[in-house]
Structure formats: structure tokens, C-alpha cells
């Protein structure tokens, strides 16, 4: 059975930081590339980082460059996402994926997600 867990979500201030951990099981993690992605409240889902499957490369949307930081362990086959100097802007629940093409298909899973408030 595939899994994947987020945790570390909180309130915290504005300039504040989060690590959130999604932890994961049920297939061959290192095979997968991670993103995260997160969606506010009447707002579309937006991609935030993704990680290939060996962490050669990654790719952040614009709006957190600089700020957040992705990376996997694939002993423990969990990805992480460091985030700094937090906006209000940043408030959204942030959902883990794991994707991988096997030939014309993609197989991706998801989280059930992990709220983050930005907010003095």
C-alpha cells in the first residue's frame, strides 16, 4: 500500500522558517521524482519544488526561489522542504508527489497534506 505523510506544518510568523517531512512507503522511492506542491484557499494547486530521482536537479516555482530548499533521503525515503524567511502569502497546505513515466504512463501519488499559516 503506497503512502505518503506529511508533517511539520504549524503556524508561524512572517521571516519565520518550517521544515515539513513527507515520509513515504509502498514503492521504490529512489525511482520517483518528489515535488511539492500546495494550494490555498480558492486558489489552484501551484507547483512549489520538484527533485529528480537522484537529486541531480531541481526546479522552484519564481515565487520561492531563494527561500525554500527541497531534498530527499532516499535511505529513509523521505523528502523534505526547508522553508525560510516565510510570507503570509505562503499559507496553503503543501502536499508531497511522487512521479514517475513508465513508458506512455505516469504514475504519481500524493499526500494527504500538512497546513502551513503565515501569520503575526
Known amino acids: 500500500q503506497v503512502q505518503l505523510v506529511e508533517s511539520g506544518g504549524a503556524l508561524v510568523q512572517p521571516g519565520g522558517s518550517l521544515r515539513l517531512s513527507c515520509a513515504t512507503s509502498g514503492f521504490t522511492f529512489s525511482r520517483y521524482a518528489m515535488s511539492w506542491y500546495r494550494q490555498a484557499p480558492g486558489k489552484e494547486r501551484e507547483l512549489v519544488a520538484t527533485?529528480?530521482?537522484?537529486?541531480?536537479?531541481?526546479n522552484y516555482a519564481d515565487s520561492v526561489k531563494g527561500r525554500f530548499t527541497i531534498s530527499r533521503d532516499n535511505t529513509k525515503s523521505t523528502v523534505f522542504l526547508q522553508m525560510n524567511s516565510l510570507k503570509p502569502e505562503d499559507t496553503a497546505v503543501y502536499h508531497c508527489?511522487?512521479?514517475?513515466?513508465?513508458?506512455?504512463?505516469?504514475?504519481?501519488?500524493w499526500g494527504q497534506g500538512t497546513q502551513v499559516t503565515v501569520s503575526s
Open positions: 527533485l529528480t530521482s537522484t537529486g541531480g536537479s531541481t
Open positions: 508527489n511522487a512521479a514517475r513515466k513508465i513508458g506512455s504512463l505516469l504514475h504519481d501519488y
